[in-house]
């Protein structure tokens, strides 16, 4: 009975070490994914600030354009 308890705990060290990596690869896409997701973020924000502006400008323009 011990050479099969040893043989199943090796077989289940192994694949408990093996999730384990596959976990930590996961988890530092995961960091990847985070940061790439907050970087674009902040630049669709960038935009929006910058066509704000814009839409405001084409606004003022139009009313001058209709005073005109």
């Given at each position: 009975?011990?050479?099969?308890?040893?043989?199943?705990?090796?077989q289940l060290t192994r694949a408990?070490?093996?999730?384990?990596?596959?976990?930590?690869?996961?988890e530092s896409g995961l960091t990847?994914?985070?940061?790439?997701?907050?970087?674009?973020?902040?630049?669709?924000?960038?935009?929006?600030?910058?066509?704000?502006?814009?839409?405001?400008?084409?606004?003022?323009?139009?009313?001058?354009?209709?005073?005109?």
């Amino acid at each position: 009975m011990q050479p099969l308890q040893h043989a199943l705990f090796r077989q289940l060290t192994r694949a408990h070490e093996r999730l384990t990596l596959a976990l930590r690869e996961k988890e530092s896409g995961l960091t990847s994914v985070k940061k790439k997701r907050e970087a674009i973020g902040v630049e669709l924000y960038s935009f929006q600030q910058g066509l704000a502006k814009l839409q405001l400008q084409l606004e003022t323009t139009h009313g001058m354009h209709a005073i005109v």
